[in-house]
């Protein structure tokens, strides 16, 4: 990586902080990936802000209503342990992929408004995903992005079919990632 410890992170959700379940719609499913909680405690010991930013077509495709979403979310809040409302901001996006949607990843519009609010340039962020579509939204917002080998897709073989324009680390969990990010970038 060749930039600044971020200011803010924009989390991608299912398979980066939660473990992976197919259509996630129940709270006892719910269970944290390992080193999360040590991973978002760094982020925020180093001032970062932290944003959720999730795709959820389960809610489109009507196999769940939106508000199982926020059940998982309040659920995966509660473990964590860090608060009752760590993330500064949190954009669900609920429409399937061939639905009109202005949040859906790869959509830039979470990011930009992000930057509006707090002030921040897209080079002070950096989303951190388990999928390409997490990078290829990075890449359209055009802040840092971070890519985890921590869900169900094989983020490399799916970067090397999108072919973005910049190369993108990868990691191994969200930790390692935060890790890098804050402590290896004040050595």
Known sequence: MNFPAPKALILDRDGTL?????????VDK???LPG????LRLAQHHGALLFLHTNQSGVGRGYFPLEAVYACNDRMIEQLGIGDSPFARICIA??????DSPYRKPSPLF?????????LSPSEICYIGDNASDLATAEAAGTNGVGLTTGLHDIVADLTTLRLSRPYSIFTSLLHACQSLF???HE
């Open 30 to 32: 719910v269970r944290l």
């Open 111 to 119: 990011a930009r408004e992000i930057c509006a609010q707090w002030q």
């Open 18 to 26: 939660i473990e992976h379940v197919h259509y996630l719609h129940e």
């Open 183 to 185: 402590v290896t970038a």
């Open 36 to 39: 999360v909680t040590e991973a």
């Open 94 to 99: 609920p429409e399937t992929p061939d639905q």
